[in-house]
């Protein structure tokens, strides 16, 4: 109860609004989440997390407000953000279905298409509970190599998570990224963290886009994380997003270079097979 009465006292110190109920949410392993609802009759989520880094829920805050800023597909809303907590709108979960497929395509195209100043972030954020580094660069192949494939690939080799065969052939692929990137694009609004997990359909069936990890990227990292972890209706998803924003020749066959990120991040947090899964990726590529 000493719990309870700790998130609700917060969340109405944030809020200015009363608290009526909290209750836990299940999932997540990064931060603690509990769903409130408020005298004014609606539900949040609060998401809190002991010794939160420092700007760690002001990144995701700052993520998320700037993609809504296009205000061309859904994304949770933010309701209050301090060091120790972020609180935003609840999204009651549903089933997707193919009307809801083929508008998160056109949207996440429309996203993409919208833009950024360059390939990076004004601020670093972080993946996970792991720092991101979004220190701009010139060139996507040079930012994704010195930004997201090399760090990753330091951590998981110190941390013992990827055998040396492993990171030799991800080092490969990193000295030969100029001629494995493909054609050059502009930066992309990117998500980020574009997992399945990290779109919620809604009551009404819309994709809602939260927990991003957001920066100026390659349009293709988001398409590519999608196909690394599946999600519902992903063909209508692919489909509908190619007819509004048409895709480079070779974007499927570039698609383990983009995953090489997520799978460092995970070989790095959690061990596992993820260093092996990046091995093979490399070779794919090599």
């Known amino acids: ?39 004014d009759g609606r539900s949040v989520l609060m998401k809190t997390r002991p010794n939160a880094p420092t700007g760690f829920f002001e990144a995701e805050a700052r993520a998320l407000r700037w993609l809504a800023e296009p205000a061309v597909v859904p994304v949770v809303e933010v309701l209050g953000v301090q060091a120790d907590c972020l609180i935003l709108a609840w999204v009651e979960p549903n089933r997707p279905g193919p009307e809801a497929a083929t508008e998160l395509g056109t949207g996440l195209a429309r996203l993409h298409a919208s833009g950024a100043p360059t390939f990076g972030a004004d601020a670093d954020g972080f ?3 792991l720092p991101l580094p979004n220190r ?8 994704f190599a010195v930004r997201r494939v ?39 609004r990117i998500h980020g963290d574009l997992w399945s997990g990290n779109v919620v359909w809604n ?20 398409l590519a994380m999608l196909a690394l972890f599946g999600i519902p209706q992903q063909g209508r998803i692919v489909a509908a997003y190619t007819e509004a924003f048409p895709l480079n020749d070779g974007w499927e066959e570039r698609q383990p270079l983009h995953q090489l990120f997520p799978l460092l991040v995970h070989a790095a947090l959690m061990g596992g097979r993820y260093g092996v899964l990046a091995g093979d990726a490399a070779r794919k590529l090599l």
């Open 136 to 143: 701009p660069a010139d060139t996507w192949p040079e930012f």
């Open 203 to 222: 009551a009404d069936r819309h994709a809602v886009l939260i927990d991003p990890s957001a920066y100026g990227g390659h349009r293709e990292t988001d």
């Open 150 to 188: 090399l760090p990753y690939l330091r951590l998981a080799v110190d941390r013992g998570q990827i055998s040396e065969a492993d990171a030799a052939a991800v080092d490969g692929v990193v000295r030969r990224i100029v001629e494995l990137a493909g054609p050059s694009e502009p930066p992309a």
């Open 127 to 129: 993946i996970g509970s």
């Open 1 to 39: 109860m000493t719990r309870m009465r700790t998130v609700a006292e917060r969340a109405e110190q944030v809020l200015g609004t009363a608290v009526v109920s909290t209750s836990p949410v299940a999932g997540g392993d990064t931060c603690t989440s509990n769903r409130l609802r408020l005298s």
